[in-house]
């Protein structure tokens, strides 16, 4: 189960939806399991990656999620499916990621309390959450 929220820009209007949690395919799951779904769920490097460290680890275990990550440098919001790869509770892998416009290191940021952001279609730092726009759904 995750949460969706809402953001949108009081200056130019964008509104845009950001998902956090497990979704019906996004899910932690076993090698074994990603591979029988016959899909590529993720990005082709860290299905490679997946592929790679499964030859070597015989238990290899993904936990796919959605997370909100906010850029250090210019605010942006960015929806992404973080992916860890474990063997055993241990941590061989965690997906990194840049932001799209200005490359920084995106961080994770607790969604829950950020109320405002900086709109990625005007550039303005009024991207404020919408109270209302809280969304549950099941896997």
Request: glycine share 6%; with cysteine; aromatic share 12%.
């Amino acid at each position: 189960m995750g949460h969706a929220y809402s953001y949108k820009c009081s200056n130019c209007s964008f509104e845009e939806y950001y998902k956090q949690g497990h979704g019906f395919l996004v899910k932690p799951q076993s090698y074994q399991e990603y591979m029988a779904s016959n899909q590529k769920l993720f990005h082709y490097e860290i299905h490679n990656k997946i592929v790679t460290l499964a030859k070597r680890y015989d238990n290899l275990e993904i936990d796919a999620t959605f997370q909100v990550y906010k850029c250090p440098r210019c605010n942006l919001l960015h929806n992404k499916v973080q992916v860890t790869l474990l063997e055993g509770g241990r941590l061989l892998h965690t997906t990194q990621f840049k932001c799209t416009r200005c490359r920084a290191r995106l961080r994770l940021t607790n969604i829950h309390r950020l109320k405002r952001a900086t709109c990625r279609a005007c550039g303005k730092a009024s991207f404020r959450r919408q109270e209302l726009g809280n969304l549950l759904w099941k896997k």
